[in-house]
C-alpha cells in the first residue's frame, strides 16, 4: 500500500514543543503514513529572508496533508530588523506564511470544530467554518483616498483631516468563492449527521455584499432540503454561541467574522490549548492548532500539547482513517476529563511532554479509552418490586469485553428524567447502555427521550413492523395498534435486531457517544448487548482475575499475603 505523505512544520517557539512532544502518537497509530519534515516560520525569515523557503515548497507539493505547529508574525518594523543585515533596506516584505499557505494553496475552507469536552453543561457538537480566501482579509487594504476615487469614496469624517488622513478597506465577496465556501459547509454539515447550517453575517448593515452572500447561500441550501439553513446577524451568533452553542451545527462566515467566532468557539471549547483546525482545499490540507507561538512559553515545557493532537486526529480523518480520529480524540478528552494529566491552563501542573504521554498511553491502552455506562430505567426498578439484575448483568457483559464500566444508574420512566441522565453522559463516556421502556404502553418512554436529546424525530420501521407481526401472530397474541410504537426509531438510529424477543433494539451517536437502547427483558438486553457491543481486543493492560472461596482465613490475612507474593515476583 502506499503511504501517506505528511509533512511535518514545527514552526516556532511553542509550535516546536508540541510536535516533539505529540509526533510519537505516529509510532502507536501504526498507519502507512510517512512523516518527514521542514522549515518555515521566523527563524527562516531571520536566517535567509523568508518564512517559506523554495525548499519548503517543494516538500509541500509533494505531501498529502501538512501538520503544522505554530508560528510567530511580527509587525513590518520588526521584521525588517530582524532580516540579516545584507537583505535589509531592500523592500523585502514579511507575508504571514499561514496567509501565504491558504492563499497559495488554494485552502479556502477553515474548519474549526468545537465539542463539548466536560464541565457542566449541555454537551454540543459544532464546526465553524470560515472564508480563507478573500472577505475582509482579501488584502485590499489602503492608507489614502487616490484623487481618482475621492468622488466614490466620500463620507462626512473624511474631510476633518482630508483624503490622506485616512484608511480604508474592502470587503472582497466573489460567487466563485462563497459558492464553494457554502457547498462546503452544507457537504460537511451531511458528512457529520450536523442538521443545520447557519450563515452568520450582517446583511442588514452591508445591504449590497450581504444581500448577493444571502442570495447564493440560499441557492446551494435548497440542494440540502435536510438540512435547516438560516441567516442571522454576526454579533447574534456571538451571542448566542456562548449561552447556548448546542442549538447549532455548522456555521458558516465570512473571513473576519469567521476569525473572530472561530476563536470564540475555541473558548467556549475550552481554550486555546484544546481547539484544532483544518485548512482544506481540492488537493491538500493543513492542519493546526489555532494556537499561535506564544513565545514565552517556549522551551518551558508549559504548553498543553491537546490542541496538536485534536488537529492530528482531523488530519487522520481527513486522510481516510475515521476511527483512528475517534479513538485519538475520545484519548484527549479521557485525559482531560479524568484528569490524569493537566497542563496549566486546565489547572494542573503536568508538562508538555507528560499530558502527551498521558494521551498516547490513553490511546494504546484501548480499555482506559473505552468507558461504559449502565442506564436502566423503569418505575419497577425503583420501587424494588423487579430485581434490578439488569443492572449487573450488563455491567458483567461489558467488563468481560474489556470495557470499565464508570456509571450503573437507575430512572424513573419519566422522559425529563431519562433525557436528563442522558443528556448528563452523553459525550462523558465511550458507550451509552441504556435498558427498559421500549414497550408499546403509555409508561414506555425511552425511545422519545433519546430521539428529544438526540434532537431526531423517530421513523417507522416496516421491516421492524413486520418481525413485531409475526412474534405476536406467532405467540397467539391480537396484534394492537399500540405495538406500532415499537417500529419507531430516531432518523439516523440503525437497528440491532433481536430475534428472542418483540422490541427491536436501535444505537446512535450523540455527542460522540455510541448510545445502545435495549429492551429491558434480562435474557434480551444480555443477549442484544453481547451481540453488540464490540469486543476489545488487544487491550494492553489484560489481567488475569481468579475467583477464590475462602474458609477459616480473613479477607485481611488474604490481602496482605498477596501483597507480599507479587511483591516478591517483581
Ligand atoms: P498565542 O496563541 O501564541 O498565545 C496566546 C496565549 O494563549 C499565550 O500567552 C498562552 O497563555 C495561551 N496559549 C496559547 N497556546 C497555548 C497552549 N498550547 N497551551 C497553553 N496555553 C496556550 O497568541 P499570541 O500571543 O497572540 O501570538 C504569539 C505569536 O503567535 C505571534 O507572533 C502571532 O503572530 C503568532 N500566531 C500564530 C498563529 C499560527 O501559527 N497560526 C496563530 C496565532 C498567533
Ligand atoms: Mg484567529
Not at 72 to 83: H, I, R, V
Not at 117 to 125: S, T, V
Not at 145 to 172: C, M, Q
Not at 460 to 465: L, T, V
Request: glycine residues 8%.
Amino acid at each position: 500500500m502506499e503511504k501517506k505523505k505528511v509533512l511535518v512544520l514545527p514552526g516556532d517557539g511553542i509550535g516546536v514543543d508540541v510536535c516533539n512532544a505529540a509526533l510519537p502518537i505516529f509510532d502507536v497509530l501504526a498507519l502507512p503514513i510517512e512523516l518527514s519534515f521542514g522549515d518555515i516560520g521566523w527563524s527562516c525569515w531571520e536566517n535567509e529572508g523568508t518564512p517559506i523557503p523554495v525548499r519548503t515548497w517543494d516538500q509541500i507539493s509533494k505531501s498529502d496533508a501538512v501538520l503544522l505547529g505554530a508560528i510567530t508574525s511580527k509587525g513590518k518594523d520588526e521584521a525588517e530588523k530582524a532580516l540579516p543585515k545584507e537583505l535589509q533596506n531592500k523592500n523585502w516584505q514579511y507575508v504571514s506564511p499561514v496567509i501565504q499557505l491558504r492563499q497559495q494553496l488554494g485552502l479556502f475552507a477553515n474548519i474549526r470544530p468545537a465539542h463539548y469536552i466536560n464541565g457542566d453543561r449541555e454537551p454540543f457538537d459544532l464546526c465553524v467554518i470560515r472564508e480563507n480566501t478573500e472577505g475582509l482579509y482579501a488584502g485590499f487594504d489602503f492608507k489614502g483616498i487616490p484623487e481618482n476615487l475621492d468622488n466614490f469614496l466620500t463620507h462626512p469624517n473624511i474631510g476633518v483631516y482630508g483624503p490622506k488622513e485616512v484608511a480604508w478597506s474592502v470587503r472582497l465577496q466573489t460567487k466563485h468563492g462563497l459558492s464553494r465556501l457554502f457547498k462546503k459547509a452544507f457537504i460537511y454539515a451531511e458528512d457529520h449527521g450536523l442538521k443545520r447550517v447557519t450563515f452568520a453575517d450582517k446583511p442588514n448593515v452591508m445591504r449590497e455584499s450581504g444581500k448577493f452572500a444571502k442570495d447564493i447561500f440560499f441557492d446551494i441550501a435548497s440542494n440540502y432540503p435536510d438540512i435547516t439553513a438560516d441567516i442571522h446577524n454576526v454579533d447574534a451568533v456571538a451571542l448566542w454561541l456562548v449561552k447556548k452553542p448546542h442549538e447549532f451545527g455548522v456555521i458558516v462566515a465570512e473571513n473576519m467574522f469567521g476569525d473572530i467566532l472561530s476563536d470564540l468557539v475555541a473558548g467556549v471549547m475550552g481554550g486555546l490549548g484544546v481547539a484544532p483546525s483544518a485548512n482544506i482545499g481540492s488537493d491538500i490540507a493543513y492542519f493546526e492548532p489555532v494556537h499561535g507561538s506564544a513565545p514565552k512559553m517556549a522551551g518551558k515545557g508549559k504548553a498543553n500539547p491537546c490542541a496538536l493532537f485534536m488537529s492530528i486526529a482531523l488530519m487522520l480523518d481527513y486522510l481516510g482513517y475515521p476511527d483512528h480520529a475517534s479513538r485519538l480524540e475520545v484519548a484527549v478528552k479521557h485525559v482531560i476529563k479524568s484528569r490524569v494529566a493537566l497542563s496549566y491552563d486546565f489547572g494542573g501542573d503536568a508538562t508538555t511532554v507528560e499530558v502527551a504521554k498521558a494521551i498516547i498511553d490513553a490511546y494504546r491502552n484501548q480499555t482506559e479509552g473505552r468507558t461504559v455506562a449502565i442506564l436502566t430505567i423503569g418505575d419497577e426498578l425503583l420501587s424494588g418490586k423487579s430485581i434490578n439484575t439488569n443492572l449487573s448483568d450488563l455491567s458483567q457483559i461489558a467488563e468481560h469485553k474489556g470495557y470499565s464500566v464508570v456509571r450503573q444508574i437507575v430512572c424513573s420512566d419519566s422522559v425529563g428524567d431519562i433525557e436528563q441522565t442522558i443528556s448528563k453522559l452523553a459525550g462523558d463516556v465511550d458507550y451509552l447502555v441504556l435498558s427498559g421502556g421500549l414497550g408499546p404502553t403509555s409508561d414506555d418512554r425511552t425511545r422519545f427521550a433519546v430521539a428529544e436529546v438526540a434532537k431526531e424525530s423517530l421513523v417507522f420501521n416496516d421491516c421492524s413492523w413486520r418481525h413485531i407481526e409475526s412474534r405476536l401472530t406467532n405467540f397467539n397474541v391480537a396484534v394492537d395498534e399500540s405495538n406500532r410504537v415499537q417500529a419507531m426509531f430516531p432518523e439516523t438510529a440503525a437497528i440491532l435486531s433481536n430475534p428472542i424477543g418483540t422490541a427491536n433494539g436501535f444505537s446512535l451517536n450523540i455527542y460522540g457517544t455510541k448510545v445502545l437502547v435495549l429492551p429491558g427483558p434480562p435474557a434480551e438486553a444480555k443477549y442484544l448487548l453481547d451481540k453488540y457491543l464490540a469486543e476489545i481486543v488487544n487491550a494492553s493492560n489484560s489481567t488475569n482475575s481468579y475467583k477464590w472461596s475462602i474458609m477459616g482465613v480473613s479477607e485481611g490475612e488474604v490481602g496482605t499475603f498477596l501483597k507480599q507474593r507479587s511483591r516478591n515476583m517483581i
